[in-house]
């Protein structure tokens, strides 16, 4: 997990990654995913401390990653609350409607 300081606010905030590891012709709905998948995330765990959602596309990564989602929490409590939350389940069983490349959760620290 990267911690991050939230200049507005004066404290730091928890950020998990999940990216998709996978050739550039790895089936992926990134319509799907944006329109859909996101904002499931954020009703799911908007309420537990998730303040943002972000995905990333990058351009030509070969046999590296297809997509990357930051999830930007309240701090760290939040992040576990959420991966503990009765809510997961629901978001993790919406994978089969945009891809079959199973995600990887990335965590650092970086302060």
Known sequence: MMHQID???GKIMTTMYVTY????DAWF???YYVAH???LVMEAWGSIGL???T????TDTG???????ECQFRDESALQAALASPETPRVLADLKNF???EPVLQRGVNI
């Open 7 to 9: 200049g507005f606010l």
């Open 21 to 24: 590891p996978g050739k550039s």
């Open 29 to 31: 709905d990134r319509d």
């Open 37 to 39: 998948h996101m904002p």
């Open 51 to 53: 303040k943002s959602a």
């Open 55 to 58: 995905a990333f596309f990058p």
């Open 63 to 69: 046999n590296g990653t297809v997509a990357i989602c």
């Open 99 to 101: 891809t079959k490349i």
